[in-house]
């Protein structure tokens, strides 16, 4: 099985003073989420797509699938956690519970706020994970990166041609998943900011994928400016 | 002596099928780097303001400056060089034979596709480079930063609030700027891609201002719709 885990628990409003989380603010005509979750029905190797919602918008989540999508068996929504890689781990608990997790089972995990993801990139993301188990989709860094330990002085400026920028959808052989979180300590935990670390601290394999320069993440006013004329521009396709 | 260089001695065309290099694009009613040399040209501090341009668009350069801008006396053109860093070093020795750099001359480097700079970040670069001698303008890092010397597999995650994403202005006293790029071996030089590099290889300190997210630079016609949104919207005031 193949599932999709679209990660719509964040109910951050860095969009100002709004009250709707930024997954479900407007985009052209329709919810970003909406957006993001048509990209994913679109692929028949998909089993599930799973909208992971906060806890208190789970009627909201479904109302609105409904109304946009309509039913689709494939289509369920569950309740995420306090933080990313908690989210990501209550619905695979979620979905062994209602299938039952295989040895070969594959999870793809995306952002709600990235609309723009392509079906290359998807097919990408489940070809690799087959092969190696886990796979981030990157961008080669177009800005130099700096590391500054202090935030006021820079400690070193790696070479840019082996520095990548993070995208998602982060894809990956889901047992092992669950197996090497459940290993790490709580300390470990704590510093994760990104599900793909949870196999390099292990030591694991993490395959690349390309990205795309257009697949942001609409976190902020600005982006959702952006997207907006990304829509309507259609340099995406 | 206070000197800006706006770095326009690019002739790329990600463009596409253009033959005008990008910074002579219009974006709203006026060329790119027009837009660029009017955020320096709002700083009294600013003794002169030399636009760095490709050697065989230097009369155009200075057509475009007199049309949109006119005549200044702070306002100067002159010839790239092959890459960016002989770019800078050929519009400083340029000044040195004009002005005679002095010891505690700063020069500030700018992008001419990035012009939406501001008052504030100029202002910081003006006053780190006379404190620390060497200044990067940089915002955190938005994305997880990823390590990978294959392009294939991950070979590291830095700890995303250590890293951060580079801009300019970066800004230096002119004179130790000359001076240790001229100490730098040829293999040195042709790894460099970025000035402050020139500080960190020799272990000399580099101060960061803080830029902005909408500090973009304008290298593809995506880049340039974003900036048009950018325009209208006044996001960036």
């Not at 700096?146 to 995208?167: A, L, N």
Request: hydrophobic share 40%; charged share 25%.
């Amino acid at each position: 099985m193949i599932y999709a885990l679209i990660l719509a628990a964040g109910k951050g409003t860095r969009m100002g003073n709004v009250d709707l989380p930024k997954q479900f603010m407007q985009l052209g005509s329709r919810p970003i989420v909406i957006h993001t979750v048509e990209k994913f029905m679109l692929h028949d190797a998909l089993d599930r797509i799973i909208v992971v919602a906060p806890q208190d918008w789970l009627q909201y989540t479904t109302d609105i699938l409904n109304r946009y999508i309509g039913h689709d068996p494939r289509l369920m929504v569950t309740a995420g956690g306090p933080d990313r890689n908690e989210s990501i781990m209550n619905a695979l608990r979620y979905v062994d519970k209602q299938f039952g997790i295989q040895a070969d089972d594959i999870v793809i995990t995306h952002d709600s706020v990235r609309p723009f993801v392509t079906r290359r990139i998807i097919e990408e993301n489940i070809q690799y994970a087959l092969e190696t188990g886990a796979v981030d989709t990157v961008i080669p860094a177009i800005d130099t990166i700096v590391k500054s330990t202090s935030g006021q002085y820079i400690d070193e400026i790696p070479y840019r041609t082996e520095m990548y920028q993070g995208q998602t959808p982060q894809s990956f052989n889901a047992r092992k998943l669950m197996h090497l979180y459940g290993e790490l300590s709580a300390e470990e935990r704590s510093t994760l900011t990104d599900a793909c670390k949870i196999f390099t601290l292990r030591q694991q394999p993490v395959r690349l994928v390309r990205g795309e320069v257009f697949n942001i993440k609409i976190t902020t006013p600005y982006d959702l400016k952006v997207a907006e004329a990304l829509l309507e521009g259609g340099t995406h396709h």
